[in-house]
């Protein structure tokens, strides 16, 4: 068998110095290459790389008080990056079984309010753990090195000698005979693991009941109100206006997808106005109701255009006509805004006929439900 030091050419590592002539592998066939150690095509590939290290510090003593104490922080962290991760998955995948259940409406507190920053703030600790414990290795227990060495060019000598020093990057790690440290990474390993794939969670379980993405706190009675609570009577308005108002329930004016405009048409309006079909008596008198959430992407829609009858939405300039059942005419929603069916209670302030008879926003909430 062909030993290093026989090998033509061979430095036999770095304690044989020698001239390093033609390419890597006119110097070593692959039988050669495979006959010797890691360590050795380590340093071979170093000294063909033209590697110069200007700077060496070891890491500490193997057993020494020094590398113990390093061990136990790292593998302190490590187990408290777990230990987060998995409360973090124990939230979410408990909610609803041993932990309350959680709802999309969100009350003034309780679980609901607390569930999304308990998964946020327990993940974010275990990632932020997950760095802490890496730099902790590195600076404690990794032997530090400073060199510089040439490019690469790919030849077979490369990848061989590049492939032994990956391993004796990894050998050097230490990690084969620090067991607690490898102990608490494979516990954090599985604990962030399941804390990265539990949001898949949602597709196989959804903790929401009802339709809360496709409903809103509209419903047959609710009055029409402005951002102060007070009601609105047909009058109130001059025609050609256009008015922001919230369901007359807790909290109606900070429920953003219950923003609904009230807009009175001016006559020649009235008599070109088309609703769309089916929803002939959704408006009441010269009043039409529609939502305030562009069915593009969901921003704020309300620079009403009373002469063109137009509704513009600010963020990317598509514009809804008043008088053809809020259509888009312009850029790019393709959906019309959601009508409100309205009408007046017994004394004589608009109220709402229902919910909306479709989602609102953005044009994704349209799909067919599941
Ligand atoms: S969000 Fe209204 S046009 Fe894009």
Redesign the pocket.
């Known amino acids: 068998m062909t030993t290093r030091e026989d090998a033509p050419g061979s430095t036999g590592g770095a304690d044989v110095p020698g001239p390093l002539h033609g390419g890597p592998d006119d110097d070593y066939t692959p039988e050669q290459l495979a006959a010797m150690s890691r360590e050795d095509l380590d340093l071979l590939g170093a000294r063909y790389d033209g590697v110069q290290v200007l700077h060496t510090e070891p890491g500490p003593e193997p057993g020494s008080r020094l590398e113990k104490a390093a061990v136990r922080q790292v593998a302190l962290t490590f187990a408290l990056a777990g230990l987060a991760a998995f409360a973090a998955f124990v939230v979410y995948a408990g909610s609803g079984w041993f932990l309350p259940d959680w709802q999309w409406e969100i009350t003034e507190s309780g679980w609901s309010a607390l569930f999304t920053p308990l998964i946020g703030a327990l993940g974010g600790l275990s990632l932020v753990l997950v760095g802490v414990g890496m730099v902790l290795y590195t600076k404690k227990l990794l032997p530090h090195e400073t060199a510089v060495q040439d490019k690469h060019d790919g030849s077979h000598f490369d990848r061989v000698t590049t492939g032994a020093t990956l391993v004796g990057g990894l050998h050097n790690s230490g990690l084969a005979r620090r067991k607690l440290i490898t102990r608490t990474l494979v516990f954090m390993g599985s604990g962030v693991g399941l804390m990265l794939v539990m949001p898949l969670g949602g597709l196989i379980r959804n903790p929401n009941t009802g339709d809360p993405l496709g409903t809103t706190s509209w419903a047959e009675g609710v009055r029409l109100v402005r951002d102060d609570g007070s009601p609105i009577r047909p009058g109130d308005q001059v025609p050609g206006s256009l008015e922001t108002v919230f369901p007359a329930v807790p909290g109606g004016n900070r429920q953003s997808d219950a923003a609904t405009m009230l807009i009175r048409l001016r006559p020649e309006q009235v008599r070109v106005d088309r609703p769309r079909e089916n929803q002939e008596d959704f408006g009441y008198g010269d009043y039409v109701a529609y939502s305030k959430i562009?069915t593009?992407?969901?921003?704020p829609?309300s620079l009403y255009e009373q002469e063109t009858s137009r509704i513009l939405?600010p963020?990317?300039?598509?514009q809804f006509d008043v008088t053809r059942g809020a259509q888009p005419v312009f850029?790019?929603?393709t959906r019309p805004l959601p009508q409100l069916p309205i009408t007046v209670d017994d004394e004589g302030y608009f109220v709402a006929r229902s919910d909306y008879i479709e989602a609102v926003g953005p044009t994704y909430w349209n799909r067919e439900r599941i």
């Open positions: 562009c593009h992407a969901g921003c829609v939405c963020c990317h300039q598509s850029g790019p929603a």
